[in-house]
């Protein structure tokens, strides 16, 4: 169990307009930090005013990369509670980014009582407005001043976090979604199942090409054959073909999603039939043309479902459930938010009252 001192904040931030949450943009009162020595391991944590800190320009992160990075939220109930969403899935994954990284490990429940404690430090920040959350930024760094490719002996581990609105500003409502066939993301061996920020800057380039056609996600194809779907920029993905509900099977380049799981265990718990294996875009398009494919949606920590309504792939542009939400997607979207909203009971575990 961490010893985490607290050091009170002397001035305290104006918090934003609930009505005009932007994703990512305002930061709370206080943050997490608790530094690795080698040899001394994960010491001195602490929750602090959140603030600047200085960093040398020779820190390993910016020239070599090794860091990390989780999203999770913490949700305010009708009665004032503030929950978390299945946080020991964030942990194990932490962990998981960590080994394929070379960064050290983090007690799995050290990681929950530092998101507990940071969340309790600013639970004034969480919204309570329909629809708003607290985002939970949790990151590791590489501090070492060098120049040499070699894992670090000084990380630092922090805890943002942020109150935020709609991940898109679409809300619920279907997005169209490009499919990438010129560049790849990540490749089975590499660190495509890390959450880790080179994994996002290789999809820039596609970003802003679908951004400037009109679509507001890519969805990337394997970096071998460049024909089976893996996942969307922020999101899993997900096809109803023929009443069956199938994606993509983890195969070592696609992120292990909370919501992925999540998903995939409510939809047995309602006998709704679901599939992970391998499956390529043709598959998709011939679904669409023979009217079998159902419904597509992303799922993820930020949006929860993002329905699609419209993909682009090659010069063929199939338009999904007549651009609507499909009735799943929408079950499903209900359920997930009752339940971190605590509006509604889930599996045994799922929610952890701060």
Same mark, same amino acid.
Request: glycine letters at 8%.
């Given at each position: 169990?961490?010893?985490?001192?607290?050091?009170?904040?002397?001035?305290?931030?104006?918090?934003?307009?609930?009505?005009?949450?932007?994703?990512?943009?305002?930061?709370?009162?206080?943050?997490?930090?608790?530094?690795?020595?080698?040899?001394?391991?994960? !010491?001195?944590?602490?929750?602090?005013?959140?603030?600047?800190?200085?960093?040398?320009?020779?820190?390993?992160?910016?020239?070599?990369?090794?860091?990390?990075?989780?999203?999770?939220?913490?949700?305010?109930?009708?009665?004032?509670?503030?929950?978390?969403?299945?946080?020991?899935? #964030?942990?194990?994954?932490?962990?998981?980014?960590?080994?394929?990284?070379?960064?050290?490990?983090?007690?799995?429940?050290?990681?929950?009582?530092?998101?507990?404690?940071?969340?309790?430090? #600013?639970?004034?920040?969480?919204?309570?407005?329909?629809?708003?959350?607290?985002?939970?930024?949790?990151?590791?760094?590489?501090?070492?001043?060098?120049?040499?490719?070699?894992?670090? #002996?000084?990380?630092?581990? @922090?805890?943002?976090?942020?109150?935020?609105?709609?991940?898109?500003?679409?809300?619920?409502?279907?997005?169209?979604?490009?499919?990438?066939?010129?560049?790849?993301?990540?490749?089975?061996?590499?660190?495509?199942?890390?959450?880790?920020?080179?994994?996002?800057?290789?999809?820039?380039?596609?970003?802003?090409?679908?951004?400037? @056609?009109?679509?507001?996600?890519?969805?990337?194809?394997?970096?071998?054959?460049?024909?089976?779907?893996?996942?969307?920029?922020?999101? #899993? !993905?997900?096809?109803?073909?023929?009443?069956?509900?199938?994606?993509?099977?983890?195969?070592?380049?696609?992120?292990?999603?909370?919501?992925?799981?999540?998903?995939?265990?409510?939809?047995?718990?309602?006998?709704?039939?679901?599939?992970?294996?391998?499956?390529?875009?043709?598959?998709?398009?011939?679904?669409?043309?023979?009217?079998?494919?159902?419904?597509?949606?992303?799922?993820?920590?930020?949006?929860?479902?993002?329905?699609?309504?419209?993909?682009?792939?090659?010069?063929?542009?199939?338009?999904?459930?007549?651009?609507?939400?499909?009735?799943?997607?929408?079950?499903?979207?209900?359920?997930?938010?009752?339940?971190?909203?605590?509006?509604?009971?889930?599996?045994?575990?799922?929610?952890?009252?701060?």
């Amino acid at each position: 169990m961490l010893n985490i001192q607290f050091i009170e904040a002397k001035t305290f931030k104006e918090k934003p307009d609930p009505d005009n949450l932007v994703f990512g943009t305002v930061f709370t009162d206080y943050m997490f930090t608790m530094d690795y020595v080698s040899k001394k391991g994960w !010491i001195d944590p602490r929750i602090e005013p959140y603030q600047e800190f200085l960093i040398s320009p020779a820190a390993m992160v910016f020239h070599y990369g090794q860091e990390m990075f989780e999203g999770l939220k913490a949700y305010k109930t009708k009665d004032d509670n503030i929950l978390l969403f299945r946080p020991d899935m #964030n942990a194990k994954r932490t962990n998981m980014s960590n080994r394929r990284l070379c960064i050290p490990e983090i007690d799995e429940d050290d990681f929950i009582q530092a998101v507990k404690a940071v969340v309790a430090a #600013n639970k004034d920040w969480v919204p309570d407005k329909a629809g708003t959350t607290l985002y939970i930024r949790p990151f590791i760094i590489a501090m070492d001043p060098f120049l040499g490719v070699r894992p670090a #002996n000084h990380y630092r581990f @922090m805890i943002i976090c942020s109150p935020v609105g709609a991940y898109y500003p679409e809300g619920i409502n279907p997005v169209k979604i490009y499919i990438e066939d010129e560049y790849v993301r990540a490749v089975k061996g590499g660190i495509g199942e890390a959450k880790t920020g080179g994994n996002y800057v290789a999809s820039m380039a596609s970003q802003v090409k679908a951004h400037d @056609m009109g679509y507001s996600q890519v969805l990337w194809l394997d970096g071998v054959h460049r024909k089976y779907i893996e996942e969307v920029g922020a999101m #899993n !993905i997900f096809f109803k073909i023929d009443g069956i509900l199938v994606t993509p099977k983890l195969n070592g380049s696609i992120l292990h999603g909370v919501t992925r799981d999540s998903v995939l265990q409510l939809c047995k718990l309602w006998n709704v039939p679901t599939c992970e294996r391998q499956i390529s875009i043709d598959e998709i398009y011939e679904a669409y043309q023979s009217g079998k494919l159902e419904e597509v949606f992303g799922t993820g920590t930020a949006a929860v479902i993002s329905p699609v309504g419209g993909l682009l792939w090659e010069d063929k542009e199939m338009v999904v459930n007549g651009g609507k939400i499909g009735e799943l997607s929408q079950k499903i979207y209900d359920t997930l938010t009752g339940i971190q909203s605590g509006k509604m009971e889930g599996p045994k575990g799922w929610v952890v009252k701060v």
